[in-house]
């Protein structure tokens, strides 16, 4: 089993910025495809920023250029940098973690990032 725990999450203005962190722990070895996704009120979850199993990095179009995703493999934690947040960023931000050990899927709870004046 593995649990993921996301933090970092909050009420931040438009223009500002936010550092998630997604820790993981339980039965993990090796280096394994993790990343982060939303979901936003009445829409469906999306790929925000992801490492695959090959250590590249994708980024959603709409997050090219503010967000950086980063890891502490040691720490088996990912981050997300988040900058120049803007209204639409707001969503509930899920941290993911494909466990090559077991072929689970495993998935956070969620923290919500909300972007407002």
């Known amino acids: 089993q593995v649990q993921l725990v996301e933090s970092g999450g909050g009420l931040v203005q438009p223009g500002g910025s936010l550092r998630l962190s997604c820790a993981a722990s339980g039965s993990i070895f090796g280096i394994n495809p993790m990343g982060w996704y939303r979901q936003a009120p009445g829409k469906e979850r999306e790929l925000v920023a992801r490492?695959?199993?090959?250590?590249?990095?994708n980024y959603a179009d709409s997050v090219k250029g503010r967000f950086t995703i980063s890891r502490d493999n040691a720490e088996n934690t990912v981050y997300l940098q988040m900058n120049s947040l803007k209204p639409e960023d707001t969503a509930v931000y899920y941290c993911?973690?494909?466990?090559?050990?077991?072929?689970?899927?495993?998935w956070g709870k969620g923290t919500l990032v909300t972007v407002s004046s």
């Open positions: 993911r973690l494909q466990n090559v050990y077991d072929a689970g899927d495993y």
């Open positions: 490492f695959t199993s090959g250590g590249i990095t």
